[in-house]
Protein backbone atom coordinates (compact mmCIF):
# COMPACT_ATOMS: atom_id res chain seq x y z
CA UNK A 1 0.00 0.00 0.00
CA UNK A 2 1.14 3.56 -0.86
CA UNK A 3 1.87 6.05 1.82
CA UNK A 4 -0.78 8.11 -0.41
CA UNK A 5 -3.80 5.43 0.02
CA UNK A 6 -6.25 5.93 2.67
CA UNK A 7 -8.09 2.90 3.83
CA UNK A 8 -9.33 4.92 7.46
CA UNK A 9 -12.93 4.64 8.66
CA UNK A 10 -13.85 8.30 10.05
CA UNK A 11 -14.80 7.96 13.88
CA UNK A 12 -18.49 8.18 14.55
CA UNK A 13 -19.48 11.73 15.28
CA UNK A 14 -22.21 10.34 18.89
CA UNK A 15 -22.59 13.87 19.63
CA UNK A 16 -21.98 17.56 20.09
CA UNK A 17 -22.41 20.34 22.69
CA UNK A 18 -21.39 23.76 23.38
CA UNK A 19 -18.78 23.52 25.98
CA UNK A 20 -18.20 27.54 25.91
CA UNK A 21 -18.88 30.71 24.26
CA UNK A 22 -17.80 33.95 23.79
CA UNK A 23 -19.03 36.72 21.10
CA UNK A 24 -16.55 35.79 18.57
CA UNK A 25 -15.79 31.84 19.30
CA UNK A 26 -17.88 28.90 20.19
CA UNK A 27 -16.08 25.52 21.72
CA UNK A 28 -17.70 22.71 21.14
CA UNK A 29 -17.00 19.38 22.90
CA UNK A 30 -17.08 16.21 20.09
CA UNK A 31 -17.67 13.01 21.23
CA UNK A 32 -16.50 9.97 19.16
CA UNK A 33 -16.28 6.50 18.40
CA UNK A 34 -13.43 5.40 16.49
CA UNK A 35 -13.63 2.28 14.16
CA UNK A 36 -11.75 0.08 16.36
CA UNK A 37 -14.16 0.72 19.51
CA UNK A 38 -12.23 3.74 21.60
CA UNK A 39 -13.91 6.42 22.29
CA UNK A 40 -12.62 9.97 23.10
CA UNK A 41 -13.61 13.36 23.73
CA UNK A 42 -12.00 15.91 21.43
CA UNK A 43 -12.46 19.87 21.87
CA UNK A 44 -12.86 22.35 19.10
CA UNK A 45 -14.29 26.02 17.54
CA UNK A 46 -17.33 25.82 15.68
CA UNK A 47 -16.81 24.88 12.19
CA UNK A 48 -16.24 28.11 9.91
CA UNK A 49 -19.56 29.26 8.47
CA UNK A 50 -17.38 31.33 6.16
CA UNK A 51 -14.43 31.06 4.13
CA UNK A 52 -11.70 32.91 3.33
CA UNK A 53 -9.13 33.95 0.73
CA UNK A 54 -5.62 34.76 0.69
CA UNK A 55 -3.80 36.48 -2.53
CA UNK A 56 -0.03 36.92 -3.23
CA UNK A 57 -0.29 39.70 -5.52
CA UNK A 58 2.59 39.94 -8.18
CA UNK A 59 3.71 43.26 -9.65
CA UNK A 60 6.48 44.13 -12.12
CA UNK A 61 8.30 41.26 -10.46
CA UNK A 62 7.73 41.55 -6.93
CA UNK A 63 5.25 40.50 -4.51
CA UNK A 64 3.09 43.09 -2.66
CA UNK A 65 3.12 42.26 1.14
CA UNK A 66 1.30 44.15 4.36
CA UNK A 67 2.29 44.78 7.24
CA UNK A 68 -1.03 44.35 9.71
CA UNK A 69 -1.49 44.20 13.26
CA UNK A 70 -2.62 40.69 14.58
CA UNK A 71 -3.50 40.91 18.31
CA UNK A 72 -2.92 36.98 18.80
CA UNK A 73 0.75 37.79 18.77
CA UNK A 74 0.27 41.51 19.91
CA UNK A 75 3.22 42.27 16.71
CA UNK A 76 2.90 43.30 13.03
CA UNK A 77 3.39 40.91 11.22
CA UNK A 78 4.50 40.34 7.88
CA UNK A 79 1.06 39.44 5.39
CA UNK A 80 -0.68 39.14 1.89
CA UNK A 81 -4.35 40.58 1.40
CA UNK A 82 -6.89 38.59 3.04
CA UNK A 83 -10.39 38.09 4.63
CA UNK A 84 -13.71 36.52 4.49
CA UNK A 85 -15.62 35.50 1.56
CA UNK A 86 -19.19 37.45 1.61
CA UNK A 87 -22.36 36.04 1.06
CA UNK A 88 -22.66 35.29 -2.66
CA UNK A 89 -19.34 36.15 -3.63
CA UNK A 90 -17.42 33.16 -5.51
CA UNK A 91 -13.22 33.16 -3.53
CA UNK A 92 -12.02 34.84 -6.91
CA UNK A 93 -14.42 37.57 -6.20
CA UNK A 94 -13.76 38.07 -3.05
CA UNK A 95 -9.64 37.43 -3.51
CA UNK A 96 -10.38 40.91 -5.75
CA UNK A 97 -12.16 43.03 -3.51
CA UNK A 98 -9.78 42.34 -0.60
CA UNK A 99 -7.33 43.28 -3.19
CA UNK A 100 -8.52 45.99 -3.85
CA UNK A 101 -9.26 47.01 -0.40
CA UNK A 102 -6.33 46.64 1.40
CA UNK A 103 -3.60 47.41 -1.79
CA UNK A 104 -5.83 49.30 -4.33
CA UNK A 105 -5.01 47.62 -7.16
CA UNK A 106 -7.74 44.83 -8.62
CA UNK A 107 -6.33 41.68 -10.69
CA UNK A 108 -6.81 40.32 -14.53
CA UNK A 109 -5.74 36.68 -13.38
CA UNK A 110 -6.03 34.38 -10.57
CA UNK A 111 -4.20 31.24 -10.42
CA UNK A 112 -5.35 28.85 -6.72
CA UNK A 113 -2.63 27.77 -4.99
CA UNK A 114 -4.33 25.24 -2.69
CA UNK A 115 -7.30 25.94 0.28
CA UNK A 116 -5.28 25.68 3.45
CA UNK A 117 -6.61 25.63 7.27
CA UNK A 118 -5.44 26.86 9.96
CA UNK A 119 -5.68 23.70 12.47
CA UNK A 120 -7.58 21.06 11.73
CA UNK A 121 -7.12 18.93 14.42
CA UNK A 122 -9.16 21.97 16.12
CA UNK A 123 -11.01 23.85 13.90
CA UNK A 124 -12.19 23.91 10.12
CA UNK A 125 -11.24 27.43 8.45
CA UNK A 126 -10.65 26.99 5.12
CA UNK A 127 -8.81 29.32 2.86
CA UNK A 128 -8.45 29.84 -0.82
CA UNK A 129 -4.90 30.79 -1.08
CA UNK A 130 -4.48 32.37 -4.46
CA UNK A 131 -1.48 33.55 -7.15
CA UNK A 132 -3.00 37.67 -8.15
CA UNK A 133 -1.55 38.94 -11.57
CA UNK A 134 -2.68 41.61 -14.52
CA UNK A 135 -2.21 44.22 -11.65
CA UNK A 136 -3.86 47.11 -12.28
CA UNK A 137 -4.97 50.46 -10.04
CA UNK A 138 -8.82 49.90 -8.58
CA UNK A 139 -9.05 51.02 -4.93
CA UNK A 140 -12.02 50.04 -3.03
CA UNK A 141 -13.00 51.05 1.06
CA UNK A 142 -12.24 48.58 3.65
CA UNK A 143 -12.72 47.91 7.19
CA UNK A 144 -9.05 48.04 8.58
CA UNK A 145 -8.51 50.32 11.55
CA UNK A 146 -5.63 51.69 10.14
CA UNK A 147 -3.86 52.29 7.08
CA UNK A 148 -2.23 49.03 6.06
CA UNK A 149 1.74 49.75 5.08
CA UNK A 150 2.58 47.68 1.41
CA UNK A 151 5.88 46.23 1.50
CA UNK A 152 7.65 45.25 -2.25
CA UNK A 153 9.25 41.74 -2.21
CA UNK A 154 11.70 41.06 -5.49
CA UNK A 155 11.27 37.52 -6.31
CA UNK A 156 14.45 36.71 -6.18
CA UNK A 157 14.24 37.88 -1.97
CA UNK A 158 12.01 35.24 -1.40
CA UNK A 159 14.95 33.13 0.74
CA UNK A 160 15.53 36.05 2.62
CA UNK A 161 11.80 37.08 3.61
CA UNK A 162 11.11 33.55 5.10
CA UNK A 163 13.77 34.60 7.47
CA UNK A 164 12.24 37.70 8.28
CA UNK A 165 11.30 38.31 11.87
CA UNK A 166 7.85 39.52 11.36
CA UNK A 167 6.85 36.55 9.58
CA UNK A 168 4.87 34.44 12.02
CA UNK A 169 1.99 33.34 10.31
CA UNK A 170 2.14 29.42 9.19
CA UNK A 171 -0.42 30.37 6.09
CA UNK A 172 1.89 32.85 5.21
CA UNK A 173 4.89 30.95 5.16
CA UNK A 174 2.68 27.81 3.85
CA UNK A 175 1.85 30.06 0.68
CA UNK A 176 5.19 31.29 -0.15
CA UNK A 177 6.89 27.52 -0.33
CA UNK A 178 3.59 27.10 -2.75
CA UNK A 179 4.28 29.93 -4.27
CA UNK A 180 7.70 28.93 -5.77
CA UNK A 181 6.45 25.94 -7.60
CA UNK A 182 3.79 27.03 -9.19
CA UNK A 183 5.10 30.56 -10.10
CA UNK A 184 8.26 28.88 -11.58
CA UNK A 185 6.39 25.96 -13.17
CA UNK A 186 3.69 28.68 -14.37
CA UNK A 187 6.43 31.34 -15.99
CA UNK A 188 8.81 28.66 -17.04
CA UNK A 189 11.62 29.62 -14.42
CA UNK A 190 13.31 27.29 -11.90
CA UNK A 191 11.91 27.43 -8.36
CA UNK A 192 13.68 29.87 -6.12
Known sequence: ???LDNDLTPP?????RVAA????FQVQSVDLQF????KRTYERLTPARRRAV?????????LIMIREYAVGSERYELTFPKGLIDEGETPEQAANRELQEEIGFAADEFTLLRRLYISPGHMFSPMH???????????????EPEPLQQVFVDLDKIPELLA???MGDARVLASLFLFENVFAAKHGKIAL
Not at 12 to 16: A, C, H, K, M, Q
Not at 54 to 62: E, K
Open 21 to 24: ETAV
Open 129 to 143: VFIAEGLRPSALSGD
Open 164 to 166: HPE
Open 12 to 16: EILSV
Open 1 to 3: MSY
Open 35 to 38: ANGQ
Open 54 to 62: MVLPVYQNR
